[in-house]
């Protein structure tokens, strides 16, 4: 099968190709043009070869990339394309573990078929400046698969109403947990959760000390299933109360899970930018979906509106009167990427409740 993406034309052949990861790989070409630093890249599995020839042909200034997939016949058309595109690029043919213990690239980029959890390991190893990780494997890191989610990640995700959010900071938790055994840090440039996966762009700097600083925003989620009151314990050795301090009903723990930001505003909107300007096919919805990550606030969860109101037994109104109410009595609140009815607030849970009820009329 031929396809058109960006500005290349690929023939998939048998290798992998899946279209609906297109808005998913305009993403990290529109990230590849805003990492000035970046200047070498490596697809880890690449199968058809689809996005590190887009790399190569469509980021502005001149990125050394590797494509690589353990699959021979692969390789052949990984080969076959990149010669039909012009594109210059090394073919690798190795095990993903193998080749990242032997060399480091500036940008490393894994997307695995399900968890990308026995590969975390050596993408950390092998990532210079930065590193792009996908994750389909959503019911385990979510909470839905308890026991696989456990197994993989060694945490404890539960399954909330805010379960998009829950299942990538269960992942970005895993990810730093195994960047600061090398003494170093992530930084989360751009994360987002779109239909059936997760997908993380973290920065990379060196250093005990940050090292250090990252560890703090490690930590658990307390949740109340209740009346959904939720709050944060920091660090890894925390007690949590067995009571919910609102409606002293018991409460659940999720975790070890990230706590801190999800984003680099600054960068989302250079990101935005550059798919503004470039040839991207999925760029609407690209556009549309990154204004949504740069704007939502930094809390770490967030509200379903309709969960609220069939808890409350109460009509829900639109989601601009409600963040518009809100913020009147002085709470910050924003739309979130994760959920068309969902919003993040800082607002305690008893002020959300009245909030809808009222607004119900
Ligand atoms: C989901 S596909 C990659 C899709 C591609 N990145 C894209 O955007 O179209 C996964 C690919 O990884 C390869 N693969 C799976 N496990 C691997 C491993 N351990 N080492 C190297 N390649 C691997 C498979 O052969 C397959 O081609
Ligand atoms: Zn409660």
Not at 35 to 55: C, F, H
Not at 136 to 150: N, Q
Not at 326 to 347: C, N, P
Request: with cysteine.
């Amino acid at each position: 099968m031929m396809v058109k993406e960006g500005r290349v034309s690929i023939e998939t052949g048998n290798a992998f190709y899946n279209p609906r990861m297109e808005m998913n790989r305009d993403i990290t070409v529109a990230c590849l043009e805003a990492l000035p630093e970046i200047s070498d890249y490596i697809d880890v599995m690449s199968a058809s070869g689809i996005r590190g020839i887009r790399v190569k042909k469509e980021v502005s200034r001149d990125i050394r990339v590797t494509s690589n997939d353990w699959d021979e016949p692969a390789c052949e058309i990984i080969k076959n394309n990149a010669e039909a595109n012009g594109a210059c690029l090394e073919v690798s043919n190795c095990g993903a573990n193998t080749l990242l213990s032997q060399r480091s690239f500036d940008f490393v980029d894994i997307d695995p078929f399900g968890t990308p959890a026995p590969y975390i390991n050596s993408v950390c190893w092998a990532s210079k400046r930065a590193m792009g990780i996908t994750a389909t494997d959503t019911a385990p890191l979510c909470g839905a698969h308890l026991k696989s989610g456990i197994r993989t990640y060694a945490a404890y995700p539960l399954k909330t109403e805010y379960y998009p959010e829950m299942g990538l900071r269960i992942l970005l938790g895993k990810v730093a947990r195994e960047e600061a055994k090398y003494d170093r840090a992530l930084k989360p440039l751009l994360c987002h959760t779109t239909e059936h996966y997760i997908r993380l762009y973290l920065g990379v700097s060196h250093g005990r000390a940050e090292a250090d600083a990252m560890m703090k925003d490690i930590g658990f989620i307390v949740h109340c299933f209740k009346c959904k009151n939720r709050f944060e314990l920091k660090g890894l050795a925390v007690q949590a109360t067995e009571t919910c301090p609102v409606c002293g009903a018991p409460v659940r723990v999720a975790g070890p899970l990230w706590l801190g930001m999800t984003k680099d505003r600054a960068f989302v909107e250079k990101v935005i930018g550059v798919l503004e300007a470039g040839q991207f096919n999925k760029k609407e919805r690209a556009i549309r979906m990154l204004s949504l990550v740069r704007d939502e606030l930094d809390t770490s969860t967030f509200y379903d509106h309709h969960a609220i109101c069939r808890d409350l037994k109460a009509t829900p109104t639109d989601i601009p009167t409600l963040l518009g109410d809100l913020k009147r009595q002085g709470y910050a609140a924003s739309r979130t990427h994760y959920m068309g009815v969902g919003f993040k607030t800082d607002a305690p849970i008893n002020v959300i409740r009245g909030t809808v009820l009222r607004l119900s009329g």
